[in-house]
């Protein structure tokens, strides 16, 4: 068994990918001793660890945080930051788009029988509260918007922007890469949800400020009511890979992008790459080529509402994103220039939808995405 979950992993490990452990279903008879846990702890070498953003615990028991304990004198204090518990299904979007996955319904009426338990009066008191017209983070860009001066850029994305467009923080090594604080990224998203000012100098590291400007970017993307390029374009986005020449390319994805993107999701878009195309210009110190900004920005752009994620789907949606960062002009307007929304901490006018005719993008049939595998609980693994 330890060598098909070593084969299993092998398929994502080269590039950056969070591992996610459902507790739920370890029982007396499938549970595996501390001799067999330890030959696996020593199997996963660096290889396995290197490019993993994080350990996700759901539903952890006493045997579970026993385990931690067990093994904490061996796990280095690198990766033991990588670990976190999580209890309910829902602190999950934090780290991923777990609506996308396919869960056994025992799975999820356990989950909904230990949030009862657990957050009953939290939950009551949460349903009854108004959202604040200064929230951030899961809220829709039309709710942003109507709450920002009619600013289609929201006012997260353009501190988190103003703070990293700068010589330091561009050439930071492994920008949008690293990880930061899970607690301090939460503790800013509430800042911001509350309209309050976030001061990402006030971190004593000279990098760490940088690092968690970048995953509240992020997190603000993965956290949309619906993805920035859209549910309507998800399967375009996913048969684009097929189109094989460049001229048919760049039609399609500037009909995408340009004439059946909603014009606040274009303005947006066209802000953000623009702004990752400085980063691309210091890839020779950050190391944030195009191929791992989008690694890094596809799934967070664009998933499904009805599709699990896999592989397949995301190498798609990466491509996809990886192709508009090498092809910026795409986002020209009708007099020749990239968004007029350029990053700066600044409102400013409205862009105009870049030109050119529209076109349809192929129709190519995908496959479907890969069976989930069980375990002693359950592994799955996920893209950032």
Same mark, same amino acid.
């Given at each position: 068994?330890?060598?098909?979950?070593?084969?299993?992993?092998?398929?994502?490990?080269?590039?950056?990918?969070?591992?996610?452990?459902?507790?739920?279903?370890?029982?007396?008879?499938?549970?595996?001793?501390?001799?067999?846990?330890?030959?696996?702890?020593?199997?996963?070498?660096?290889?396995?660890?290197?490019?993993?953003?994080?350990?996700?615990?759901?539903?952890?028991?006493?045997?579970?945080?026993?385990?931690?304990?067990?093994?904490?004198?061996?796990?280095?204090?690198?990766?033991?930051?990588?670990?976190?518990?999580?209890?309910?299904?829902?602190?999950?979007?934090?780290?991923?788009?777990?609506?996308?996955?396919?869960?056994?319904?025992?799975?999820?009426?356990?989950?909904?029988?230990?949030?009862?338990?657990?957050?009953?009066?939290?939950?009551?008191?949460?349903?009854?509260?108004?959202?604040?017209?200064?929230?951030?983070?899961?809220?829709?860009?039309?709710?942003?918007?109507?709450?920002?001066?009619?600013?289609?850029?929201?006012?997260?994305?353009?501190?988190?922007?103003?703070?990293?467009?700068?010589?330091?923080?561009?050439?930071?090594?492994?920008?949008?890469?690293?990880?930061?604080?899970?607690?301090?990224?939460?503790?800013?998203?509430?800042?911001?949800?509350?309209?309050?000012?976030? *001061? #990402?100098? +006030?971190?004593?590291?000279?990098?760490?400020? @940088?690092? !968690? =400007?970048?995953? $509240?970017?992020?997190?603000? %993307?993965?956290?949309?009511?619906?993805?920035?390029?859209?549910?309507?374009?998800?399967?375009?986005?996913? *048969? #684009?890979? +097929?189109?094989?020449?460049?001229?048919?390319? @760049?039609? !399609? =994805?500037?009909? $995408?992008?340009?004439?059946? %993107?909603?014009?606040?999701?274009?303005?947006?878009?066209?802000?953000?790459?623009?702004?990752?195309?400085?980063?691309?210009?210091?890839?020779?110190?950050?190391?944030?080529?195009?191929?791992?900004?989008?690694?890094?920005?596809?799934?967070? %752009?664009?998933?499904?509402?009805?599709?699990?994620?896999?592989?397949?789907?995301?190498?798609?949606?990466?491509?996809?994103?990886?192709?508009?960062?090498?092809?910026?002009?795409?986002?020209?307007?009708?007099?020749?220039?990239?968004?007029?929304?350029?990053?700066?901490?600044?409102?400013?006018?409205?862009?105009?939808?870049?030109?050119?005719?529209?076109?349809?993008?192929?129709?190519?049939?995908?496959?479907?995405?890969?069976?989930?595998?069980?375990?002693?609980?359950?592994?799955?693994?996920?893209?950032?």
């Amino acid at each position: 068994f330890l060598r098909y979950l070593l084969h299993t992993l092998d398929t994502f490990v080269e590039s950056d990918y969070t591992l996610v452990y459902f507790h739920f279903g370890l029982h007396s008879r499938n549970k595996p001793s501390i001799r067999w846990l330890w030959t696996a702890f020593r199997a996963f070498d660096r290889k396995y660890k290197k490019n993993l953003k994080a350990l996700l615990l759901v539903h952890p028991t006493s045997f579970v945080r026993l385990l931690f304990n067990v093994f904490r004198p061996v796990i280095s204090a690198k990766f033991g930051r990588k670990i976190h518990y999580i209890s309910h299904l829902e602190e999950l979007q934090a780290f991923l788009h777990f609506k996308q996955l396919f869960l056994p319904k025992q799975l999820l009426d356990h989950d909904r029988k230990v949030a009862k338990r657990s957050r009953q009066s939290a939950a009551a008191q949460t349903l009854g509260a108004q959202i604040p017209n200064t929230q951030q983070f899961r809220v829709s860009l039309q709710f942003l918007k109507a709450n920002n001066a009619m600013d289609a850029i929201p006012r997260v994305v353009r501190t988190c922007v103003a703070f990293l467009d700068n010589e330091r923080a561009l050439q930071t090594e492994g920008l949008f890469r690293r990880s930061a604080n899970a607690s301090t990224v939460r503790e800013l998203q509430t800042r911001f949800n509350a309209g309050l000012e976030v *001061d #990402f100098e +006030a971190f004593a590291d000279e990098d760490s400020g @940088v690092h !968690v =400007a970048a995953a $509240l970017l992020k997190s603000f %993307l993965r956290e949309l009511e619906e993805p920035l390029l859209s549910f309507d374009l998800y399967d375009d986005v996913i *048969d #684009f890979q +097929a189109i094989t020449t460049k001229a048919e390319k @760049v039609a !399609v =994805a500037r009909s $995408l992008v340009c004439q059946r %993107l909603p014009p606040d999701n274009h303005q947006l878009l066209a802000f953000i790459v623009e702004f990752l195309g400085h980063v691309m210009d210091r890839s020779d110190l950050n190391k944030m080529t195009a191929s791992n900004l989008a690694i890094v920005f596809g799934p967070n %752009l664009l998933w499904s509402d009805a599709r699990e994620a896999s592989l397949t789907s995301i190498t798609s949606i990466n491509h996809f994103v990886e192709f508009l960062l090498r092809n910026k002009h795409i986002f020209e307007n009708a007099h020749g220039t990239v968004n007029e929304s350029r990053p700066a901490n600044t409102h400013s006018a409205p862009v105009q939808h870049c030109s050119g005719p529209p076109e349809s993008p192929l129709q190519m049939p995908r496959p479907s995405s890969p069976p989930a595998h069980n375990c002693f609980g359950e592994m799955r693994a996920f893209w950032p």
